[in-house]
Antibody, heavy 115, light 107 residues
């Protein structure tokens, strides 16, 4: 069974960089599929952040593109999200997931941007 | 960017009744449309992909239809566990985009 688990700080200061990691078990990232990040502000809907193909190609939401980097560490079977220059508007539950139609999701991690 | 519009925003349905949720795309997404169910405090769960294919383990009471710009999710007989928020998502073009959601509540 494929499982994904997000990890990272739950509190980030404004203007700093939000960094999260998604550890994948039950499937090798390098074997295929897109791997991506989605977020959900409290009480609001889902927003796609970006995706990475197993070969390394990346696709980002244009509204976040200047601040987002998604990278992969195949040796650890995990991928990461960096979001720079955060503001309170970036406060959200962040999910990692597999595939464009996301068939496996992490449980989500709440990241709060506050001083 | 393809804009996904869901209607209605809230749907009040009695248990055992049929629920019909709509999703419209601002341009054609062919059949590359997914539906998700989300309950409070949980990650979304994939219900339908490819507009009409049920994901693994999804009950047959959930069905999807449509292509191009108009899509429908039908829940044939609502069970207590089906009261939740439902999102559509187009997977045809980058950036991937979600609809705003339909909350299915108990009437």
């Amino acid at each position: 069974q494929v499982q994904l688990q997000e990890s990272g700080p739950g509190l980030v200061k404004p203007s700093e960089t939000l960094s999260l990691t998604c550890a994948v078990s039950g499937y090798s990232i390098s074997s295929g599929f897109y791997w991506g990040w989605i977020r959900q502000p409290p009480g609001k809907g889902l927003e796609w952040i970006g995706s990475m193909y197993h070969s390394g190609s990346t696709y980002y939401n244009p509204s976040l593109k200047s601040r987002v980097t998604i990278s992969v560490d195949t040796s650890k079977n995990q991928f990461s999200l960096n979001l720079s220059s955060v503001t309170a508007a970036d406060t959200a539950v962040y999910y990692c997931g597999r595939s464009r139609a996301v068939d496996f999701w992490g449980q989500g991690t709440l990241v709060t941007v506050s001083s | 960017e393809i804009v996904m519009t869901q209607s209605p925003a809230t749907l009040s349905v009695s248990p055992g009744e049929r629920a019909t949720l709509s999703c419209r795309a601002s341009q054609s997404v062919s059949g590359n449309l997914a539906w998700y169910q989300q309950k409070p405090g949980q990650a979304p769960r994939l219900l339908i992909y490819g507009a009409s294919t049920r994901a693994t383990g999804i009950p047959a009471r959930f069905s999807g239809s449509g292509s191009g710009t108009e899509f429908t999710l039908t829940i044939s007989s609502l069970q207590s566990e089906d009261f939740a928020v439902y999102y559509c998502q187009q997977c045809n073009n980058w950036p991937l985009t979600f609809g705003g959601g339909t909350k299915v509540e108990i009437k």
